[in-house]
């Protein structure tokens, strides 16, 4: 399987206004921990930010478990039809 297929950006979006665009302190993104929303200019913590689009966040996760096992069922199947290809008892659908 692909690892890239299920790799997802998940927009954030301001608890307030809705608003997708955020201004921080340059440097590494891994160190930003506080965000201004650019339309209301509400400041955030990061965690505060990925808590409160918790229910978006985890609406994505949702829909990459149902990829993953719906490919994960198909390459299983393939490989069992490969496997028993020349059994004439075994048949795989």
Excluded: W
């Amino acid at each position: 399987m692909e690892k890239d297929k299920y790799h997802r950006n998940v927009e954030l979006i301001c608890p307030t206004c809705g608003g997708k665009l955020f201004e921080f302190k340059e440097g590494d993104k891994e160190f930003i921990e506080l965000f201004k929303c650019a339309s209301c200019g509400r400041k955030i913590s990061k965690d505060e930010l990925i808590r409160e689009n918790e229910e978006n966040i985890n609406e994505n996760l949702t829909e990459i478990g149902q990829e993953v096992m719906k490919d994960f069922k198909k390459e299983f199947k393939k490989t069992l039809k490969e496997t028993f290809k020349n059994d004439k008892n075994i048949r795989v659908e």
